[in-house]
């Protein structure tokens, strides 16, 4: 049964870091995509970056672009999301997502490119 599983969020000042990580397991496929998502309250679901399994390319969305960077482990099948100089309006509920599909290359800050999810982790930039 194919699993993600994240962890690592918390309560950080603004300008502080955090590392989130999303453990994996059962893929069926060498090939993937893995994104991070989040979701603020009152707010719509976005993409913040995804990492493909076969070139470990990386894409991220405008607002983090510097300051996070995506990264994978593979023998550990696990894939983190390195977060810099926080800001309050990172905060949120952070999901890392995975699919098989090529299609999804087209897509990969579209929550519905994903078929699969985590349960998400909490992230909360404040003073």
């Known amino acids: 049964q194919l699993q993600l599983v994240e962890s690592g969020g918390g309560l950080v000042q603004p300008g502080g870091s955090l590392r989130l990580s999303c453990a994996t397991s059962g893929f069926t496929s060498d090939y993937y995509t893995i994104g991070w998502f989040r979701q603020a309250p009152g707010k719509e679901r976005e993409g913040v970056s995804t990492?493909?399994?076969?070139?470990?390319?990386?894409y991220y969305t405008d607002s983090v672009k510097g300051r996070f960077t995506m990264s994978r482990d593979a023998a550990q099948n696990t894939v983190y999301l390195q977060m810099n100089s926080l800001k309050p309006e990172d905060t949120g509920l952070y999901y890392c997502?995975?699919?098989?599909?090529?299609?999804?290359?087209?897509?990969?800050?579209?929550?519905?490119?994903?078929?699969?999810w985590g349960q998400g982790t909490q992230v909360t930039v404040s003073s």
């Open positions: 997502a995975a699919d098989f599909r090529v299609m999804t290359r087209m897509y990969p800050l579209e929550p519905s490119s994903y078929d699969y």
């Open positions: 990492i493909g399994s076969d070139d470990g390319s990386t």
